[in-house]
């Protein structure tokens, strides 16, 4: 099991530039997580997936969309990146009625 | 609203010497605490989950413990490679993915 991946580890964007972030999981959960981590504010919830064709928006939404593009994968698109979405992302999935999610290792974006 | 505050920021130990660090929160009707450790570069891995005031889980030299206002995350006899940023989080209120709200962290340094 490779748990939860994410592509690509490190990218850099001028502004206005788009760019999609892919995440998958092998370990057929059903809710998907994308975070944004920066400096003294913690992981804040960018968009979720409860399960296969349905998403929502987090705290934080604002630049973003997502698809669920089936149960393993979920993407987060930028659609005209601003230096304010400098940011480490990290995708997360939850199995069944738990709340422990696991996470990918994270996409270094720097929008310049 | 949800309120996640972790204290101390950041936490500088020697091998040896023993600490707490700690998570308050905000939260009416507490459906879980979970403690997540993360590594420099990587995502947080989960650690515990408590679920009610008394309940403690034991790892290794870390060991969770909740009140109904708080959580501490005791550290006995710390080695170098405790060295990590600790993450406490509680359920959301809203959403219908069983989100969590996320504290800043506490990034411990553990010195040989």
């Known amino acids: 099991n490779a748990g939860v991946t994410q592509t690509p580890k490190f990218q850099v964007l001028k502004t206005g530039q788009s760019m999609t972030l892919q995440c998958a999981q092998d370990m057929n959960h059903n809710s998907m997580y994308w975070y944004r981590q920066d400096p003294g504010m913690g992981l804040r919830l960018i968009y979720y997936s409860a399960s296969e064709g349905t998403t929502d928006k987090g705290e934080v939404p604002n630049g973003y969309n997502v698809s669920r593009l089936n149960k393993r994968e979920f993407s987060l698109r930028l659609e005209s990146a601003a230096p304010s979405q400098t940011s480490v992302y990290f995708c997360?999935?939850?199995?069944?009625?738990?709340?422990?999610?696991?996470f990918g290792p994270g996409t270094r974006l720097t929008v310049t | 609203e949800d309120q996640v505050t972790q204290s101390p920021e950041a936490l500088r130990l020697q091998e040896g010497e023993s600490s707490s660090l700690n998570c308050s929160y905000t939260?009416?009707?507490?459906?879980?605490l979970f403690w997540y450790r993360q590594d420099p570069g990587k995502g947080p891995e989960f650690l515990f989950t408590?679920?009610?005031a008394g309940e403690e889980k034991e790892k290794e030299r870390l060991k969770a413990t909740l009140t109904k206002k708080e959580s501490f995350l005791h550290i006995t006899a710390p080695k170098p490679e405790d060295s990590a940023t600790y993450l406490c989080a509680v359920p959301a209120l809203a959403g219908s993915a069983r989100q969590l709200t996320f504290g800043s962290g506490t990034q411990l340094t553990v010195l040989p």
């Open positions: 408590l679920y009610s």
């Open positions: 997360a999935s939850r199995v069944g009625s738990s709340y422990e999610q696991y």
């Open positions: 939260v009416s009707g507490l459906r879980g």
